[in-house]
T-cell receptor, first 113, second 115 residues
Framework: QQQVKQSPQSLIVQKGGISIINCAYENTAFDYFPWYQQFPGKGPALLIAIRPDVSEKKEGRFTISFNKSAKQFSLHIMDSQPGDSATYFCAASMMIGAQKLVFGQGTRLTINP | GAVVSQHPSWVICKSGTSVKIECRSLDFQATTMFWYRQFPKQSLMLMATSNEGSKATYEQGVEKDKFLINHASLTLSTLTVTSAHPEDSSFYIC???????????FGPGTRLTVT
């Protein structure tokens, strides 16, 4: 019940296209859902995060869509650029207690020029 | 803002020796710090959670006598890998959570190679 399932495992998108990565969770106590971007040999960087009281959050070219009833959330990258090529991780946590993050398996995104 | 540093960025040590990795929050006070390890092409695996001034809480399956964690201040946590073996070779990453807010900010990671 602590798992976060992420798909696809890898994704190739043409420059200028929309990249979409999906995550699903089981634990309804989760109430904080961040996305992280990781380049090879580097630590993850926080991209954008959402709480379940909103269905969508947009920051620049990055948008999180959240479906509380389906227990799913997704990351959309608009106008994808070669510099967006990285591994993306979704995560979930509870905002009380230890606030440990449960990570998805990761998606390796490649943007072709 | 919200910068976390790690030192060293990479280290090579001989089997049986100990290695200390430092994690610092540079521009905020971190009530909680987390330590992860990551194998190539895999997700992050939480090892332990530490709060300033108290003992770390280890995840199931993580040997607390092997991976010693000290959260000495609100800006510094250290991970010591004791009696390192080749199977301890991995990418170790820390994260820090500020007093206010829910975000976790990650360090750049430390690549440990045990020969």
């Amino acid at each position: 019940q602590q798992q976060v399932k992420q798909s696809p495992q890898s994704l190739i998108v043409q420059k200028g296209g929309i990249s979409i990565i999906n995550c699903a969770y089981e634990n309804t106590a989760f109430d904080y859902f961040p996305w992280y971007q990781q380049f090879p040999g580097k630590g993850p960087a926080l991209l954008i995060a959402i709480r379940p009281d909103v269905s969508e959050k947009k920051e620049g070219r990055f948008t999180i869509s959240f479906n509380k009833s389906a227990k799913q959330f997704s990351l959309h990258i608009m106008d994808s650029q070669p510099g967006d090529s990285a591994t993306y991780f979704c995560a979930a946590s509870m905002m009380i207690g230890a606030q440990k993050l449960v990570f998805g398996q990761g998606t390796r995104l490649t943007i072709n020029p | 803002g919200a910068v976390v540093s790690q030192h060293p960025s990479w280290v090579i040590c001989k089997s049986g020796t100990s290695v200390k990795i430092e994690c610092r929050s540079l521009d905020f006070q971190a009530t909680t710090m987390f330590w992860y390890r990551q194998f190539p092409k895999q997700s992050l695996m939480l090892m332990a959670t530490s709060n300033e001034g108290s003992k770390a809480t280890y995840e199931q399956g993580v040997e607390k006598d092997k991976f010693l964690i000290n959260h000495a201040s609100l800006t510094l946590s250290t991970l010591t890998v004791t009696s390192a073996h080749p199977e301890d070779s991995s990418f170790y990453i820390c994260s820090a959570r500020p007093r206010v807010g829910y975000e976790q900010y990650f360090g750049p990671g430390t690549r440990l190679t045990v020969t």
